[in-house]
C-alpha cells in the first residue's frame, strides 16, 4: 500500500478530475451533485419522502423519510430505516452534531412552530435544542458550522442558532432554499431548483454559483461513491460494486460480477485498476474504447495509476464473482476522489490456434469521493 500511495502522490498533479462533489437526496431519488456546473445524477431510487441529509463525525449519512431517520449508505446507494422520530411533525431539514448526533429542523404547522432536534446515531434518544418561531410557512433547511445551526426562512433569509443557548440571529439573504450545508473549510451553502449558492454567514450575501434544474432536498459534501459507464463480457456486462467505510482506516470491497464464459477455459484472474482521472489519460480522452485491443464496445474509464492484486473468483453457476477488499490508508485524504476498475483475464481455448490464449472482460468504473 505504501508504494500505491507514492504513486498517486506523482500522478495527482498530472490529474484531471470530474467534479461530482457532492452527494443528495430528492423526492424518491439518491443523487450527486456538482455544485460548480450545477450538474445532477440520479445514482439509485430511495424512499418517496427523503428530506435533508446528513454525515454524522463517525462519516455515517443520515435522512428523514416515512416518520423515520434512516442510515445511507452512500456507495452501495441504499436507505435503512433505523429510528421513529418526528412521525407526527414534518422535517425541512438535517445537520450534524457532535459526537456522532444529528440534528433535524422540525416543523408543526398546527401551531405555527419549528423546533431543532437532536439525535443520538446510536441509541435513537431525541431531545429538544431549540424552538423557533417560524408561523405558517415554517423554515426549511438546517446546516451546522462549528458549534452553530443555520436555518433559511422565506421573508428573512439566513437565520443563526445557538444550539446551547437557544439564541438565534437573523442574518439575511434572499432566494428560495431547501437544503444547507458546510464544506470542511466552513463555508456555508445553500440550494435549491433554483440554484446553488455560497452564503457569507456574517451578512447574508449569496454567491449564485450554478443552476442545478433538479429538485434536491438535502446535500452534503463528499463521502460517497457513484458508477461511471458500463461494463462489457463475452456473455454478458461485468459489473463492479463497491461497499465499505470511506473514513481513514475503513475498509472498502469492490466486487465484479458477471456471466460465467460461455466457452471453454481455465484460469480465470481479476484485476482492479486504481487511478486519479476519469477524463484523461497521458493526453487521451477518456473512456477510451479497448477497440485497439481486440475488445470493441469495452471501455477503459479511468488512468491507470496502479493495479491491486488478483482475485479470485466465487460463486458458480451462471455467474461468477470476485471481490477485492482493501483499507483505506490516512495518506488518501490529500486526494479528492479515485476511481477503480476492475479486469478480467480469461484463458480461453482458440479452436483455430488449439491452445489457450488471453481474453478479457472489462467492468464498469466507480468513483470514490473522500
Known amino acids: 500500500m505504501k508504494a500505491l500511495i507514492h504513486v498517486l502522490a506523482i500522478s495527482v498533479l498530472a490529474s484531471s478530475l470530474p467534479c461530482q462533489d457532492m452527494y443528495g437526496v430528492g423526492p424518491g431519488r439518491l443523487l450527486v451533485l456538482d455544485s460548480r456546473t450545477g450538474d445532477v445524477q440520479e445514482v439509485a431510487s430511495g424512499l418517496p419522502t427523503m428530506i435533508g441529509l446528513a454525515r454524522a463525525t463517525d462519516g455515517r449519512m443520515w435522512t428523514h423519510a416515512l416518520g423515520h431517520l434512516c442510515l445511507v449508505d452512500a456507495i452501495a446507494h441504499r436507505i435503512t430505516p433505523m429510528f421513529r422520530v418526528a412521525e407526527s411533525a414534518i422535517v425541512r431539514g438535517a445537520a450534524p452534531g457532535p459526537a456522532n448526533s444529528v440534528y433535524l429542523n422540525v416543523w408543526a404547522p398546527w401551531n405555527a412552530t419549528c423546533a431543532i432536534l437532536q439525535v443520538d446515531t446510536t441509541s435513537g434518544s431525541v431531545a429538544i435544542v431549540a424552538r423557533v418561531e417560524c408561523g405558517l410557512a415554517g423554515v426549511r433547511a438546517l446546516g451546522a458550522v462549528g458549534d452553530q445551526l443555520y436555518v433559511w426562512s422565506d421573508s428573512d433569509g439566513l437565520i443563526e442558532i445557538d444550539p446551547l443557548t437557544g439564541e438565534q440571529t437573523t442574518v439575511g439573504g434572499n432566494a428560495y432554499i431547501t437544503w444547507l450545508t458546510a464544506d470542511d473549510a466552513g463555508e456555508l451553502y445553500g440550494g435549491s431548483q433554483d440554484g446553488t449558492w455560497r452564503i457569507d454567514r456574517a451578512t447574508g450575501a449569496m454567491t449564485l454559483l450554478s443552476n442545478p434544474q433538479a429538485s434536491v432536498l438535502g446535500a452534503t459534501f463528499g463521502g460517497f461513491g457513484y458508477p461511471i459507464g458500463q461494463g462489457c463480457g463475452h456473455s454478458g456486462p461485468l459489473e463492479l460494486t463497491v461497499e ?114 488471453w481474453t478479457s472482460e472489462w467492468s464498469n468504473a466507480v468513483g470514490l469521493v473522500f
Request: glycine content about 12%; some cysteine.
Open 244 to 357: 465499505g467505510s470511506l473514513e481513514a482506516g475503513g475498509v472498502l470491497f469492490a466486487r465484479s460480477e458477471g456471466a460465467q464464459p460461455s466457452f471453454p477455459y481455465r484460469d480465470v484472474r481479476t484485476v482492479m485498476i486504481i487511478g486519479l482521472s476519469a477524463t484523461d489519460y497521458m493526453g487521451v480522452p477518456l473512456p477510451l474504447d479497448l477497440g485497439f485491443l481486440g475488445r470493441p464496445g469495452c471501455s477503459l474509464y479511468t488512468n491507470v495509476v496502479a493495479t491491486s492484486g488478483v482475485a479470485s473468483l466465487s460463486g458458480g453457476g451462471r455467474s461468477q464473482a470476485s471481490t477485492v477488499a482493501f483499507t483505506i490508508p490516512e495518506q488518501l485524504g490529500m486526494f479528492e476522489r479515485v476511481f477503480i476498475q476492475h479486469v478480467r483475464l480469461i484463458s480461453a481455448y482458440d479452436s483455430q490456434s488449439r491452445d489457450y490464449e
